[in-house]
């Protein structure tokens, strides 16, 4: 079954790198010096604020094609109803959009049917989030 995460710990698994990625993204802009004197707090937490969501829908679009690519446990592939194995759909994946505080979340879920129950149905693994 799936652990819910724990955010701090992972972060704290990446603090370094995405440290590294705000140092990296300030020099490509406007070089080893910096923004210009002058330029408001305003806008750089407007840019900050940018660059959070960019990296927001990235990080997300990318954890849910993953996850959805890689193969379900065996107990998820069985049917809900009969608890019988079951095959792919012949349209084997499903398009999902959802809206997420990060912006919208896309990807293909995959898609399984029961040819006893002829059920549909998107493996799922019960538990924290789900």
Same mark, same amino acid.
């Given at each position: 079954?799936? +652990?819910?995460l724990d955010p701090s710990s ?7 790198? !995405? ?9 490509? !802009?406007?070089?080893?010096?910096? /923004? ?18 960019? !990296? ?12 959805? +690519? ?5 107990k998820a592939l069985l049917c ?14 499903? /398009? ?31 538990? /924290?989030?789900?």
């Amino acid at each position: 079954m799936a +652990r819910a995460l724990d955010p701090s710990s992972l972060i704290s698994q990446i603090q370094n790198l !995405l440290k590294g990625t705000g140092k990296n993204a300030v020099t490509r !802009l406007w070089g080893e010096h910096g /923004p210009d004197w002058g330029t408001s707090f305003c806008d750089l937490e407007e840019l900050a604020v940018q660059m959070a969501q960019v !990296l927001s829908q990235a990080f997300l679009h990318e954890a849910l094609q993953r996850q959805a +690519r890689a193969e379900p446990p065996e107990k998820a592939l069985l049917c809900p109803t009969c608890g019988k194995p079951t095959e792919p759909a012949e349209d084997a994946t499903e /398009p999902r959009l959802v809206q997420t505080r990060a912006g919208d979340a896309e990807w293909k879920e995959p898609q399984r049917t029961c040819g006893r129950c002829r059920k549909a149905f998107f493996p799922s693994v019960e538990g /924290p989030g789900h």
